[in-house]
């Protein structure tokens, strides 16, 4: 990776963790790294605080605005937009969808349910039948999911160009440490200082004893006692 991808991927992960942080809707965020992992050039990590039963509207509608503050975040240092957030916009596209055809939430098209639950998986089955909605639905469903990501885009560039500052401090600390908890990132968001993490201890490796160092000798163990019968053997009669 070059300074430079390093750098856009920093402020890109950056912006994740300064929206999930400030939106009240998250799950609390775990960790952000600016550190490759496969195809991923970083990651910012939530975690829930209880096992996730059901998802509720602002919930998803604010996980929308965390995945499309990466983007937005990147542009502002780089002035241009890359192929980075292709992850973000295909997961926020999904969610968005669904929220639409399948658990109806959206007030426009109401609580019916548009297509099979794998519609949007298996295209290939879809083409070979007619669609159980009409075009017009079909045009109304695809204007519906953008502008809840065109909502939840305008929130995060708010929320971003409001504290940009704290951004910058977020992609400054990931360029020198590559990593930060979720506890150092919330303390960025809330005083705008950070507190750089302890330098780690140094501690000598454990070494052998040199080269041609005698070992101390062993004290013997006792002999064991001598049982009856078991003694030296008789002399030969001559």
């Known amino acids: 990776m070059t300074d430079e991808d390093k750098k ?11 929206v ?41 509608l604010d996980m929308l605005a965390v995945m499309m503050a990466g983007r ?11 192929t980075g957030a292709a992850g973000d916009i295909q997961q ?21 349910q548009y297509g099979d639950d794998d519609e949007y998986i298996f295209l290939g089955r879809e083409m070979g039948r007619g669609k159980i909605y009409s075009e017009f639905t079909a045009q109304e469903i695809d204007s519906e999911v953008k502008r809840i990501i065109d909502e939840q885009y305008k929130i995060a560039r ?8 704290k951004l910058e401090l977020i992609a400054k600390s990931l360029l020198e440490y590559e990593t930060l908890d979720g506890q150092q990132v919330e303390e960025i968001v809330r005083t705008g200082k950070f507190t750089p993490p302890a ?29 009856p019968g078991l003694g030296s053997p008789a002399p030969a009669p001559v």
Do not use: C, Y
């Open 20 to 60: 999930n942080v400030v939106l009240e809707h998250t799950h609390p965020l775990h960790k952000v790294t600016i550190i490759p992992r496969g195809q991923s050039l970083g990651s910012t990590m939530s975690l829930p605080k209880t096992d996730i039963l059901s998802r509720r509207r602002k919930e998803m």
């Open 92 to 112: 926020a596209t999904n969610m968005a969808r669904s929220m639409v055809t399948q658990w109806g939430m959206s007030d426009k098209l109401g609580m019916v």
């Open 8 to 18: 856009f991927t920093a402020w890109h992960e950056a912006g994740h963790a300064l």
């Open 199 to 227: 330098p780690t201890p140094h501690v000598d490796p454990p070494q052998g004893a040199p080269a041609g160092t005698p070992l101390p000798e062993v004290p013997g163990k006792p002999s064991p006692p001598k049982l």
């Open 72 to 82: 937005i975040a990147e542009e502002i240092v780089s002035g241009d937009i890359s």
């Open 158 to 165: 708010d929320l971003i160009n409001s504290n940009l500052d």
